[in-house]
Every structure is written in C-alpha cells, then in structure tokens.
C-alpha cells in the first residue's frame, strides 16, 4: 500500500473516508458553463439526475476549488429541498444537508457555481499562446484523469459512478467550443455579451474523468470518415500542415479497432484529436474529444525524425484503444487504473505493428520492457495493481509498472496463449461488460474461456498466471545450466534485485525455449512455477535460448558454457530482440553487483556488427554511465581513463558509423536510419571523436540553408553534438531556435539542448529560464532534470532545485515535479546521497512518495556501483588502451 507521506503523525487525513456512499447514484449531468477567457474564471451550473437508493437527509458529493452558491433537490412532484453545503478540504467531499428526507426514487440534483480557470495543467484550466506579432491568445481546457473533474462542476468523481452528460458551453461568437459530443446547435445569446451558446449530443454512459471541453482558437483538418465515424485533428492556426500523419494514424487506428473488438466506435458521431499548447501528460483519452501535447500529435513530415513519427503514432494508437478498453468498459475503481493503462499501451503495440510491419514494434519496444523492469527490480517497486484509499495514490500509479510492465506481462500472455485466442478473450470481456465497471479478474475469467473453448483438453490456467503476476511486485531471473545428464538443461528462478532482499518468491513463468540440436531447431512452451526444473532439449545439442522470442518479463542468465555456445555466433543464433535482452540483462548484472563491468565490456565486444538500433541504444546507454565514472587524473603526468574509455567508445562505433556513412542508401529501412543517428551521437560526445564533431557542423550548416538536404534521424545529433561541444554563442543561437521554431519537435530539441552544453555559466543560464515563461511549465521540469543529469551541472542543479523548492512546487504541473525529482539518481556520491536523503525527509513530494523512494533507491545503486566499479574499470581501461590501436570515423 503507499501511504501519505505525513500518516501516522496527526495526520488531518488521517482515518477519513475519501470514498462516496453508493447511497445516491448519478444517471444524468445536465451542465452550463460559461468560461470567461480574460478574467480566467468561469460561471457554472449543474443538474444531476439521480436514484435514490433509500431515504437520505444528505447527500455526499465532490467538489474542489468551487464556490458554490445555491443546491437544492427537485423529485418528479416538484418538491423543492433546499440543502446547506458544507465542504471538507480534505476529503474533497461536499456534504449536502436537508431540512427533511429525500425519499427513496428519482431526485435532479441542482447546483450553482464558480470557479478559477488554473495555471495548473489539471481541472478546467487556461493554456496562453502566442501568434507571431507576440499577441497572447487564451485557451480554456480539461483535464480530469484522475480526480479533477470536481474542479470544474460538483459530481461523484469516482469511475464506478458513471452517467450520461448534455453538456452547453456559452463562449465568444469567434471561438471553436468541442465536448464530447458532436455540436447540437450553435447560437448566438444576443444580449450583447458576444457569446454563443452551444450544446453538444448526450454522451454515452461514463465515468466523471472522461468528460471534457476545449474553448479557443481552433483550425482543423479535414474531416475523414471511418466507417461514418468524422475524424478531425485540431491544432493552433497555422499548424495544419502538421496534422497528416496523425490523421492517417487514427483512420487506421479506429478501423483496426473496430474489427478487433468486434464493437462499433461506441461514442458517437466523431472523434476529435486536439493539439493543446500546455498539456501535463502526453495525452488524455476523453471520450470523442482526445486531448494532446503538441509533440505527441502534429509533426511535419518532411522534416520529422522516425522517433517522432513513432511518438505520434503510438499515442494516438493508445489513446483510440481506450475508447473501448477504459471508456466504454471501465475499471471499478483506481486500484485497476493499470488494466486501462496496461492494455491501451500493449493495443498501442499491437495496431502499430499491423499499420507498420516494417517498423519492428515489438523490437523497439524491448527498451519500455528495460524500462520497467529496472524499476521492477527495486525493493521500492510495487504491484501492478496496488490499492488506492486516497486521490494522491491514484496519481503514483501513472508509471513505468501500470504502462510498460503491465503492457509486458499482457504481451507475455498474448504469445503464449496465442494471437486469436487472447483476441476472442478481449472480445467477449468486452461485450459482456459494454458501458460498466470491471475487476481485474474479469479479465481472466474471460480470457481463460476463450483457452478453454479453443482446448478443452489443455486449457491454459490465465488467472493463476497473471494474478500472481499482476498482485507481486519484482520479476524472476531464470539461471540456466547445463545438467549432469546429458540432452538435458536446469531451470531454476528467483527473484531479481539490485541490492538483495532475501524474498524468495515464485512466479509461473510462461518459458518459451529454442532450441538446436543435430542441425534441426524446434521450440517448446511450458510453465515453470517451481523453484527449479529439469527439461529435455535433446542429445549433443549446439545452444539453447530461453526466452526465445523475447516477449517475457523476466531476465535470463546462462552458465559460462551455454553462454559460450550461444555467443559463438550471436548474430546468428539470436534475433535482434533476443540479443537486446541478452545484452540489457548483462548489464542488469554489473548494475546488481553480479558483473563486473570488465566482463561486460568484454561481453560487448561480440556485437561489434551489431545492426540493430535497439542492440545499440542500450549499449551506447551503458557506455555513458561508464563515461560518468570516471575522469582523467589532473596534469600532463596523470593517467588519463576518460582518454581511454573515449578511445574505447572510438573503436566500438567507429566500424559500425564507417560502414553506414553520414547519407541514407537508397531503401534504407528505419532501423538503419536509426542506428546512424545513435552512433553519431555517441562518438561526437562520449567518444570525443573529431572527425564525428567536425562533420556535425558541417551538416548543421547544411541543415539551416535546407532542412531536408540532411536525413531528419540524424539532426538530433547533430545538435547534441553541438551543443556537448558549444560556446556562448551557440547558445543563445539554440536558444532563438528554440523560440522560433515553427514543430513542436524543433521548439522541444533546440529548448532540450540548453541542459547539454558543458559550460557551467551557460548551464547556469538554463536552470534560471526554468523559472520563467521562456519556457511552459509544461517542460521546464523535464529540462530540469536534464540539468542534474549533466555532469557539469550536477551539483549547481541540486542547490538551485534546494533553493527554489517552494517555487518549483507552486509553478510546476505535480506530475512533473515527480518526473523531475527522479533525476537526483545522478547526484552519485555519498556526501551529495545523504544531502538528497535528508532533503526530501524533510521536504516531502505531493503525491511523489513511490517515486521518491524509488529515486532514492536508485541513488543507492548508483553510488554503490560508483563505490565498487570504478577501480577495476580505470586498470581495465589503461590496458585495453595499451593493447590497441586507434580508430576513428570519417
């Protein structure tokens, strides 16, 4: 359970019901807002239809940063009750009192209200852009996920409680005004106020957190029909030339998912995308009216990079999938916030890789799984599913382990049990549970059905499998060895940890192992959930693979000798995917203290023809925390160990970056135009190459005479290279880009590229820009953590963050704050540890318990490795430098 940072100490939360009473339930929200776009407030009023369960002399509701002026209650016989409000502030509840009883049966709800249009990203809040003279333009928007519906309009803001809504917005006569529903009629009030009224189709039954509006000065694209469904991406003016590719995106997407699920689109008319200027997330899956960060739905196709078109495509994807898998049918409560998150990411996966094969999806997704299982592998993780008893421990669940490890472990079912086995499974779920709530178990029960119904015989057991995966926190590692009797090889797991913990938990670990033996390669599927298991592969056999696929969530290690056969011929012997894990779990090992980062380096060397980016990230990756650990001795004399791992890097990537060259080949797939970009980036910095830097500026100036004369997958490197490289007057040149710039992934790269440089007054200059409208509060977290992240920064960041602490939690959105504190993992010394422990004991982060923790464990590991690794790694360096000769790009 994660707690409230202060309960147990007098807390005044502390043993309060933050739940409504299912006394009262909602059906019906009628709802008039008129926002006021100059004073940032706006008027309201509600009328709730509700049943009556039995006789109430008050009713329960919440309400937060409203006033509210007049609620009284209405039966069917007119029968007026006038209630007195009173409001915990804590609870965020509302009780509302009747002189008399409200009598079992149909009551209407009716309140009056205000409230503030927030700078905070959350609620019905304002987002201010500017157009090209500078003018600043107001936009009024919503973001409710999880509890912030209550801002906008009183309602029972728990998902159970789900109604239908006719949402009016009164709004200037100029301005667009979207909701959920497709536009009734639009007409003008004529009382001289210059607003329109506009109401909208009643939406379908749902949950208070899906509701949303959206008031501004809105463009669309042309509207696509799918299957009758008008579809329509919505920006700022001047952007609709960004708006294609999401378009192709989601006519793909709604199609695919509508024969998928066997359901029709179930919320209506049309489904609209809007680009907000200020988001908190990357996207929210309000029902008809999806709302999203510029950079995760408009790009500009001539220019955008893979990365960023990837970025679109899967949260669009995502957010569609919700529509029926979050929106349509819908967990019971926060505690199965994963199940949506979970199954809207693998679905992101799944369409995308049906829309674009030659992407290899499922691949590139082997970096979410290493994502999450680090953090899967910290004493402070937590289940999938977790309970919720408060609002802040709905908001800690928005992470790695309710997406990616949640996604991960449904993947691990989905290739186990099979493609159109789960599918049926997902079908039916959906259809027996069409516009209500569900437990995680529904799920199961309805997937085990569909195994049944496919094997009677052998049914595959789906909920003793994910319940133990989804309700224990952490993930095994399977050792394998080779046995003492031949043909045959042990299995036996345990848990993985980076700093041990003694649990000795089992999971039913859904193996998949490969295989050869006398020429032939076959694969077996079995559960292994015991401790350790003898299995047959066959006599005099060459290599096996466990994990074979490498769609499961759990690390494999091979003893020297299964090891040795199987890298023998690595590029051979393994896909890309089975070779990224291979790679990800050694260095899992050197991070646990089960390698050292010698053998690692040595384990290394046999992917130096590696052609995967995947393969390549997570090794470049691995190199920079090694970059990080150590530095040159100081004068002529002193041995220089950064020289030498530089030179290391040099001789890693150069073959690779030599043979690829600075130009794309004439069909070149994205895995290759990937791959370049990674390995510029990496010799131009880490490995100090030269030629690699010199040619970055080259390029860099060709890009600004012709955008399209260089290959976008390799422009982010250019300016990381320049920037790791840049003086003053490339910085304020980054800086103007930054504000200049016409994409939202170019404003993003030149704004990200002030926290590279490695001029500490430059750095400087970035951590004060933090704190100003130079940049959204939107991104200034992220840009933020980059700073701590940078090692000439480091230590600067950590005091100014120290220093600015009250201000940072007042200006920034909280889930980026949460984002932000997770990059004091850098601050990897014992003297700056034991400041960052002491500093957040004291200083608590709003609903950033969990991640606290976790950040703080993290540091722990990398002060340790620092501790253990840096000795040995210096002597193997000033061998390995001895014994070779130079190399470098060109």
Known sequence: ?????NEGNGSPTEGKAFRLPHTVIPSNYVIELTPDLEKFTFEGKVAIEVDVVSPVSEVKINTKELEVS???????????????????????IA?????GKLGAGKWTLHSTFTGTLNDKLKGFYRSIWKDESGKEHVIATTQFESTDARRAFPCFDEPEFKATYDITLNVPEKLTALSNGAIVSSTPLNDGSGLKKVTYERTMKMSTYLVAFVVGEFVSSQPVLVNGIETRIWCLPGKEHMTGFALQAAAYATNHYEHYFEIPYPGGKKIDHIAIPDFASGAMENLGLITYRETALLLDEKTATHAERNRVA???????????FGDLVTMAWWNGLWLNESFATFMENLCLSHWKPEWNIWDEFGQSRAMASRVDALRSTHPIESPVNHPDDAKQLFDVISYEKGCSVLYQLHQYIGAENFRKGIAAYLKKHSYGNTETHDLWDALEEACK???????????KIMDAWVFTAGHPVVQVSESDMPGFVKLSQSPFKFLPEGADTLWPVPITLRVKAKGAVSEKKFLLDVAEQTVYVGEDFDWVVVNSGGSGFYRVTYDKGLAGKL????????SAIERFNLVNDSWACVRAGLLSTTDYLEMVQLFNSEEDPNVWSIMVGSLGTLHSLVQDEPGDKGVKYRAALQKAVRDLVSPTMNRLGYAPAAGESVQTRQLRGTLFASLGTIGEDAAAQA????????WKADKQSVDANIVPAIVGILSYKGDEARYDEFFKLSQEAKSPQEVLRF????????????LDKTMAKCLTDEVRTQDAPSLFAMLLGNEVASEAAWKFLKDNWATMIKRYPENGVVRMVGAVTALDTPALEAEVKAFFAANPVPAGDMATAQALEQLRINVAMRERETGRLQQHLVKAVAATPAASAV
Not at 695 to 702: D, H, P
């Open 1 to 5: 359970m994660c707690k409230l940072h």
């Open 95 to 99: 009780t509302i009192s009747f002189a």
């Open 453 to 463: 119904q496919a094997d009677p015989v052998h049914p595959v057991p789906v909920r």
């Open 567 to 574: 890298t023998a011929h690595v590029q051979d012997n393994l």
């Open 314 to 324: 899967v949260v669009v994807l995502h957010e569609l999938a919700h529509m029926w």
């Open 70 to 92: 007049e609620f009284y209650a209405v039966n069917a016989g007119e029968t007026r009750h006038n209630g007195v409000v009173e409001l915990d502030h804590d609870t965020e």
């Open 751 to 762: 704004l990200t590229a002030l926290a590279r440089f490695r001029d500490a007054k430059l």
């Open 695 to 702: 040619k970055a500026l080259e390029l860099y100036n060709s």
